[in-house]
């Protein structure tokens, strides 16, 4: 998901070559607005966070959706409900910074508009969380909101922690989870054929100084010629394979290229191991 940033710079390279202003203009606003356009979990966490602790209610609930509509819809069915069943608990986190910086009107402005969905049995997932809901209602009326056993919990800076990490974990699952746009995956292909290209001059290099060598000392060293030999005609056929696959991800990406794709590393892995394995006595 690294490629993100470079594919944006892309189109909006394309859109102003093509003249489509209002298109371009359009992107960069919703660019700007965007918390998961890094695609690195790390700032979108810490964005989330961020709400949270400056009291953005707002800012919490559309980052969430956007993560529902982008990432969460795209997993599994096991997985989508354990990442959704967080909700609860990032909303539980606002109405206990709000409660602990003594700003009840949110909280009771937060349960004036969000109450019936949260306390409903449609407008939440199972776990049986309208219900403890129910018990939350009556937070901006505890006197001694954190020694009540209903909310000491969340008061817990650790329980935070816990939290956070969570989302963390949960989003980096989703991530590797979830299929990439083509254009992504094509730019991921493009990257991976440089580093190929590096890895077959290196092993290029190799094969000319075996080949110096044996041209210098093979009337000298006959055993060592076969030796010699031997380990060129492996790296041989390593830059081989590899040139195979860099021909392929030449290509545009297609379905069949991407499911082909870990049969070629285990080839090169496999070639590679017999390269750099030592000699049979």
């Known amino acids: 998901m690294n490629g993100i940033p470079y594919i944006d710079e892309l189109i909006k390279e394309y859109l102003l070559f093509r003249g489509y202003m209002k298109t371009f203009s359009g992107f960069m606003s919703e660019q700007s607005s965007d918390a998961t356009r890094s695609g690195r979990v790390g700032p979108i966490v810490e964005a989330l966070f961020q709400h949270i602790d400056e009291l953005n209610l707002r800012g919490v609930l559309d980052m969430w959706q956007t993560l529902v509509t982008r990432i969460f819809s795209q997993l599994p069915a096991a997985l989508s409900y354990r990442a959704k069943a967080l909700r609860s608990s990032l909303l539980k986190l606002y109405l206990v910074t709000a409660m602990k910086r003594k700003q009840k009107n949110l909280v ?58 969570s989302m963390r974990n949960i989003l980096s699952r989703a991530f590797r989870s979830i299929s990439l746009p083509s254009l992504l995956a094509y730019q991921l292909q493009l990257l991976e054929s440089k580093q190929h290209k590096a890895e077959i001059q290196s092993l290029r290099a190799k094969i000319e100084a075996l080949e110096h060598k044996l041209t210098v000392y093979a009337q000298h060293n006959p055993s060592e010629k076969k030796e010699d030999t031997q380990n060129v005609t492996r790296l041989r056929a390593t830059a081989h394979i590899r040139k195979q696959h860099e021909k392929q991800s030449a290509k545009s990406p297609t379905h069949k290229d991407m499911k082909n794709t870990r049969h070629a590393r285990r080839a090169r892995q496999k070639a590679e191991g017999q390269a750099s394995s030592p000699q049979a006595q």
Do not use: M
């Open 108 to 165: 009771s402005e937060f349960f004036q508009s969000h109450a019936a969905s949260l306390t409903s049995e449609d407008g939440v997932d199972e776990n049986n969380e309208a219900s403890k809901w129910q018990d939350w209602l009556a937070l901006p009326y505890v006197k001694d909101a954190k020694s009540d056993s209903r909310f000491a919990a969340c008061f817990d800076p650790e329980w935070a922690e816990l939290l956070e990490i």
